[in-house]
Every structure is written in C-alpha cells, then in structure tokens.
C-alpha cells in the first residue's frame, strides 16, 4: 500500500506493521495469546486507516497474498486456532464476564476473512467449523448479557457485525445508536 496523502496516513507503513506483527507470531515461540493479539491490533488499525476500495487495490491484493502465506506458516495456524477457541470461550460466557469482549473478537476474525483473506485460505477445518458455534453462543448469551448500549457500539462496527446489536434484538428493542466510544484495545476484557 502507498502514503495517502490525507491527513499524512502512512498505508505502507500500517500494511508493514501488520506483516511484521503476523510473521512475529509466526516465527517466536513465546507469548503466543499477546502475539497474536498484536497482530490483530496492527490489523485493525489499518483496516480503520483504509477504505474498502484501498484494501482491493493491487497493493492491498499484494498485502493480503503476503498475509495468506504469512496466516498459514510457522506458529500461525496453532495461534489461530487458539483465537478462535477462545473467541468461542468469550461468547459462551457473555453472559457472565461481558458481551463486548466476545464482540470484539468476533469483529476482529470478521474483519480478517472478510476484508483481507478469506477464512478458508488459513483456517483449519475444525476451527472454521467453530465459527457457526461461536455465532450460536453469541445469540444464546445475548438475551442475558448485560447490555450493549449505543456508547459500546464503536462507529466502525459494519451492519454485517450483527452480534452487537444481538442483545437488544433479543429484547425486543431496536438496534442502539453506534457511537464510537474512544480508542480500541482488542486485547482487553471488559
């Protein structure tokens, strides 16, 4: 990706951070939970820095080839598998230690398959099975989960990110207002 030049946004620059984060994870035996959490970090802050037509452009393509070898090497495919268990684990107790962060890591493997590589490409069968099962923990827990409100519903969050709204459908009410509410930290549990 090239330097925009709106608001001196560095694409290049974000798309290194992100190839570095993943071959990072990669490549290192240690820290595995904050490798991996790092990578998405970096991920999502370019997909925020980018629009969809950046992101399909020959360099966001040559971007995402890099990230399917880069998603499928090393320690990658065991790290992955580890994000997706525990996604699974976050939606399963939303209802108990907080719905949001369920929704963020939901986000975040959306974010990955949907805009940069798709799933089949570097999930694993077992763990791309999982993600149905992560979808029905989501809505089984959501009649319960403390409320998202429309503070906890950053801006960013695409209409196709429904789980968000999920508890406030399942009470009957309408899909809050989305405000974004500040910075994120993908790592950390409400």
Do not use: K
């Not at 290194?16 to 240690?30: G, L, P, Y």
Request: net charge negative; charged share 30%; proline share 6%.
């Amino acid at each position: 990706m090239s330097v925009s030049a709106d608001a001196g946004r560095d694409l290049s620059g974000l798309a290194r951070s992100v190839t570095e984060a993943f071959e990072e994870s990669a490549t290192r035996r240690r820290d595995r939970d904050a490798l991996m959490d790092n990578a998405f970090a970096a991920l999502f802050e370019l997909y925020r820095a980018t629009t969809a037509a950046e992101r399909r452009s020959p360099a966001g393509q040559n971007l995402s080839a890099a990230l399917a070898r880069l998603l499928v090497s090393g320690n990658n495919p065991d790290r992955l598998g580890l994000y997706v268990v525990r996604t699974q684990t976050a939606a399963e107790n939303g209802r108990h230690e907080g719905y949001r962060p369920a929704c963020w890591r939901r986000s975040m493997l959306q974010i990955l398959g949907e805009e940069f590589v798709p799933w089949e490409t570097f999930l694993r069968p077992g763990d791309l099975a999982a993600l149905p099962r992560i979808d029905d923990a989501l809505v089984e827990v959501a009649a319960e989960a403390s409320p998202v409100s429309g503070e906890e519903v950053p801006a960013w969050v695409p209409e196709s990110h429904w789980w968000w709204w999920e508890p406030a459908r399942r009470r009957g009410e309408d899909a809050p207002d989305r405000a974004d509410s500040g910075p994120l930290d993908t790592v950390a549990e409400d």
